[in-house]
């Protein structure tokens, strides 16, 4: 009678310790890491298989299909927002903002989560000044932001946040030439988009990810991000602590025309993660081996907690 009693003690306890684990910040995560890191290299792997997404070429068009499927099978909806573009040559591009949207359990205004999806057109930071005018693979810069968000997608339909989630892909973030004026133009026309509606319509914050695949991560509290979202920069860098995520650091050092920028002019709480001393930014070289999977889902795994607690 005294074993039958310690085996119920002991079985007991350890259900207790199991639950207890289960509860603690990111232990469910980190059971799920291993599964979401697959697809999410699986997503960046099938990116940069497409080539260089730049507006109209083969690998934008594939790129733009597999967003379509994901959302499809993913999404409550899948919204697109086409726009075109006057291009410094006098000719007009087509261009689309591609949108999944998850109603969430609660309901209320709209967490966005955007990155660019589309890749620069030419190497103009590459060393090589013969090389300058190729397009880009961009495996960190346009690829890394898409897989984590195609990853959120996933992670979304399987695990509903109390809010609705909107992720937003957009397009020609990376298209012009220094000084054209020809950038963030997906995350400009949706801006403009928005000031046409009601406040109540607005997103309740934005959250931009762009370039977090360096295999040394080290994102900083950008100004603008700052000035106008502390609270929720605040926040994730909290989380990140919590998590023993090590790569965002709590200084600031950049402040970048992201896509977030756009929201921050209409005063929507805007914030961007991104590691801006990436060394092969706008270079041939922004390949896939220079990526981490730890890297992206570091971020990954600080995202998903702070929106389940907005």
Same mark, same amino acid.
């Given at each position: %009678? !005294?074993?039958?009693?310690?085996?119920?003690?002991?079985?007991?306890?350890?259900? %207790?310790?199991?639950?207890?684990?289960? $509860?603690?910040?990111?232990?469910?995560?980190?059971? #799920?890491?291993?599964?979401? @890191?697959?697809?999410?290299?699986?997503?960046?792997?099938?990116?940069?298989?497409?080539?260089?997404?730049?507006?109209?070429?083969?690998?934008?068009?594939?790129?733009?299909?597999?967003?379509?499927?994901?959302?499809?099978?993913?999404?409550?909806?899948?919204?697109?927002? /086409?726009?075109?573009?006057?291009?410094?040559?006098? *000719?007009?591009? @087509?261009?689309?903002?591609?949108?999944?949207?998850?109603?969430?359990?609660?309901?209320?205004?709209?967490?966005?989560?955007? #990155?660019?999806?589309?890749?620069?057109?030419? #190497?103009?930071?590459?060393?090589?000044?013969?090389?300058?005018?190729? /397009?880009?693979?961009? &495996?960190?810069?346009?690829?890394?932001?898409? #897989?984590?968000?195609?990853?959120?997608?996933?992670?979304?339909?399987?695990? /509903? &946040?109390?809010? /609705?989630?909107?992720?937003? +892909?957009?397009?020609?973030?990376?298209?012009?030439?220094?000084? $054209?004026?020809?950038?963030?133009?997906?995350?400009?026309?949706? &801006?403009?988009?928005? &000031?046409?509606? !009601?406040?109540?319509?607005?997103?309740?914050?934005?959250?931009?990810?762009? %370039?977090?695949?360096?295999?040394?991560?080290?994102? +900083?509290?950008? *100004?603008? $991000?700052?000035?106008?979202?502390?609270?929720?920069?605040?926040?994730?860098?909290?989380?990140?602590?919590?998590?023993?995520?090590?790569?965002?650091?709590?200084?600031?050092?950049?402040?970048?025309?992201?896509?977030?920028?756009?929201?921050?002019?209409?005063?929507?709480?805007? *914030?961007?993660?991104?590691? +801006?001393?990436?060394?092969?930014?706008?270079?041939?070289?922004?390949?896939?081996?220079?990526?981490?999977? !730890?890297? %992206?889902? @570091?971020?990954? $795994?600080?995202?998903?907690? *702070?929106?389940?607690?907005?």
């Amino acid at each position: %009678m !005294e074993r039958l009693k310690q085996v119920r003690f002991i079985t007991a306890f350890g259900i %207790m310790v199991f639950v207890l684990l289960w $509860s603690q910040v990111g232990f469910g995560n980190i059971l #799920a890491s291993e599964k979401y @890191s697959k697809v999410i290299w699986r997503y960046l792997e099938t990116l940069c298989a497409f080539g260089p997404r730049y507006p109209g070429s083969e690998g934008y068009n594939k790129t733009k299909e597999l967003i379509r499927k994901v959302g499809e099978k993913y999404a409550d909806q899948v919204v697109e927002h /086409p726009f075109f573009v006057r291009t410094e040559t006098g *000719t007009s591009q @087509s261009m689309v903002n591609l949108e999944l949207r998850f109603e969430g359990t609660q309901g209320g205004a709209p967490i966005l989560i955007g #990155a660019h999806f589309d890749t620069r057109p030419f #190497a103009d930071e590459d060393p090589d000044p013969g090389k300058r005018s190729t /397009p880009i693979l961009g &495996a960190n810069d346009g690829g890394s932001g898409t #897989a984590v968000l195609l990853g959120l997608a996933q992670y979304l339909n399987q695990h /509903p &946040a109390q809010r /609705p989630v909107h992720l937003v +892909f957009f397009d020609g973030e990376d298209f012009g030439a220094k000084g $054209s004026g020809l950038n963030l133009l997906g995350s400009t026309y949706l &801006a403009q988009e928005l &000031a046409k509606k !009601e406040r109540s319509e607005w997103p309740y914050w934005v959250l931009v990810i762009d %370039m977090v695949g360096d295999k040394d991560l080290q994102i +900083f509290k950008e *100004t603008y $991000s700052l000035k106008g979202s502390a609270s929720f920069l605040d926040k994730i860098y909290r989380v990140a602590k919590d998590q023993g995520v090590r790569s965002l650091i709590d200084k600031t050092k950049y402040t970048i025309f992201d896509d977030h920028y756009p929201f921050h002019r209409m005063g929507i709480p805007s *914030t961007v993660l991104i590691d +801006f001393d990436y060394p092969y930014w706008h270079t041939l070289e922004d390949t896939l081996d220079k990526c981490s999977i !730890e890297s %992206m889902m @570091s971020i990954f $795994s600080v995202v998903v907690k *702070t929106i389940e607690d907005i």
